[in-house]
C-alpha cells in the first residue's frame, strides 16, 4: 500500500539530509567540501533548531570524519557522513577499517574530479578510486533517487553489515532543484526499523575486542566472510528495494532496462547522464531504431550474472564510463567485459558473445554531454573512446 506523500522542491544535496533525518541519525561527523556542502550544511540547520538529537562532530579533516564515524559506528550510534573527491581520497586509509570492522555506516558522496589539476565539478573519478574498499555503492539518477536510495541503503548496510556510499552526480544533482516526493517520516521509520548493533563496545557486560591483529591463520578468512557478506547485498538490495516499492511506488532494481525488449543497441550508462541518454532513446524508437538503456543502480556489488542476461540477446553494447582507468580499460567497461567473458569463480553464469562492445569516456571535469553526442554514439559516429 502506497502512503501519503509530500512533495518539496529540494536540491539533491538538501534532499540527502532530509532522509538522513527521518531516518534519525544518531552521530554525524563532517568536514565540508564542495559539491557535498550543501548536505551537512542542510542537516546543520536542522540540529541547529533541535529538529534532530543527532551528534554531529565538526572535524579538521575528511580522514578524521571517517575515523569518527567508525568509532561512534563500534560505539554502537546509527552513524552518516557525507564527502567527495579530495575529500573521499583522504580518507581513504580508514574505508577498509570500516568495511572490514563490518560497521553500516552511511556516506553520502557528490562526485567529483579529483586534482590535478583542481576541479570541482563532477564526474565519477573519486568513487570508482575505492571501488574495491569494500563498501557497497549505489548510484543515483536524479534527487528522488537521492532521497529513495538513502533510505533503502540504509537499511541495506544494517542487514548485511556493511558501509555503504551513495552516489550523486556532483552539482548535476547535488545542486539541481527539482519537485520531489517525500514520505512521511513515520513510514520511513517503520521501514527502516531501529538500529540494532552487534557486540557494541559500549556494552561493558559483554565485552569485545574491534580491531584486533589477525595473522596469516585468521586474516583470510575474515577477508572471505566480507566478501560473501558483499554477495549476499544484491539479494538483499532487492528484497529491500520491493519493500520500499510498496510504500513509495518507485520502483529501484538493480539495474534499469529502458526499452530493452527488442533493444540491438544498448547504452550501459549511471548517473544524472542516464536522464539524457533516455530522451535520446526515445527519439530514436520513434524513427523506428531498436535501442535502448541499461542504467546501473548498485555497482558493488556487481550483478555480472544479471547484467550478462539482460545484455545477451544485444548486437550492439556501448558503455559509457564517467571515469578513466589509466593504463587499462574504464571501470564499467571493464565490468561488462567481465559479466560477458569472465572466466573467472563465476564464469557458469557469463554469456560469451561475439558482438561489438564500445567503451567511451565522457563528462570528466564536469563537462556536460549532451543528446546530439549521445545520438552520434549509437550512429557510431564518435571514434577514440571519448565523448567530448
Not at 565539478?121 to 536510495?149: A, P
Not at 572471505?224 to 532494481?253: L, N, P, T, V
Not at 539495474?255 to 550508462?269: H, N, Q, T
Not at 554469456?351 to 561489438?356: A, H, I, K
Request: glycine residues 8%; hydrophobic residues 40%.
Amino acid at each position: 500500500m502506497q502512503n501519503k506523500k509530500n512533495k518539496l522542491a529540494l536540491t539533491g544535496g538538501a534532499v540527502a539530509a532530509e532522509a538522513l533525518k527521518q531516518i534519525e541519525i544518531d552521530v554525524m561527523p563532517i568536514y565540508p567540501i564542495t559539491p557535498q556542502t550543501t548536505i551537512i550544511e542542510t542537516y546543520a540547520g536542522f540540529e541547529a533548531n533541535g529538529e534532530v538529537e543527532t551528534e554531529m562532530i565538526k572535524v579538521e579533516s575528511e580522514h578524521s570524519a571517517m575515523s569518527a564515524a567508525i568509532g561512534a559506528s563500534s560505539a554502537g550510534a546509527r552513524t552518516a557522513t557525507a564527502t567527495s573527491s579530495q575529500g573521499l581520497a583522504l580518507m581513504h586509509e580508514v574505508l577498509y577499517i570500516a568495511s572490514g570492522m563490518r560497521l553500516p555506516i552511511m556516506m553520502l558522496v557528490s562526485a567529483r574530479a579529483l586534482a590535478s589539476p583542481i576541479n570541482i565539478h563532477g564526474d565519477h573519478s573519486d568513487v570508482m578510486g575505492c571501488r574495491d574498499s569494500g563498501w557497497i555503492q549505489l548510484f543515483c539518477e536524479n534527487g528522488q533517487e537521492v532521497y529513495d536510495k538513502t533510505i533503502i541503503g540504509m537499511k541495506l548496510a544494517e542487514k548485511v553489515k556493511l558501509p555503504i556510499m551513495v552516489i550523486m552526480d556532483g552539482f548535476n544533482t547535488s545542486h539541481s532543484v527539482e519537485n520531489l516526493e517525500i514520505l512521511e517520516t513515520k513510514v520511513v521509520q517503520e521501514f527502516v526499523g531501529e538500529f540494532e548493533a552487534v557486540s557494541p563496545l559500549l556494552d561493558t557486560e559483554n565485552p569485545v575486542t574491534y580491531g584486533a591483529v589477525a595473522l596469516q591463520n585468521s586474516y583470510f578468512e575474515f577477508r572471505i566472510d566480507q566478501e560473501e557478506a558483499m554477495k549476499s547485498a544484491e539479494e538483499e538490495y532487492e528484497k529491500i528495494a520491493k519493500d520500499f516499492e510498496k510504500i513509495s511506488g518507485r520502483k529501484y532494481d538493480i539495474f534499469e532496462e529502458y526499452r530493452l525488449e527488442d533493444a540491438e543497441k544498448i547504452m550501459v550508462i549511471t548517473g544524472s547522464a542516464s536522464g539524457t541518454a533516455k530522451v535520446v532513446v526515445d527519439k530514436l524508437r520513434e524513427a523506428g531504431e531498436k535501442v535502448g538503456i541499461l542504467k546501473i543502480n548498485l555497482f558493488r556489488p556487481f550483478p555480472h550474472q544479471k547484467i550478462a542476461e539482460s545484455l545477451k540477446n544485444s548486437k550492439e553494447i556501448i558503455v559509457l564510463d564517467r571515469a578513466q582507468s589509466i593504463g587499462t580499460y574504464p571501470p564499467f567497461y571493464s565490468e561488462i567485459i567481465n559479466s560477458l567473458y569472465g572466466k573467472g569463480r563465476d564464469a557458469k553464469f557469463c554469456v560469451s558473445t561475439g558482438r561489438e562492445i564500445k567503451s567511451y569516456v565522457y563528462g570528466l571535469g564536469g563537462r556536460d554531454i549532451f543528446q546530439k553526442q549521445i545520438e552520434d554514439v549509437f550512429a557510431g559516429k564518435i571514434e577514440g573512446g571519448y565523448i567530448k
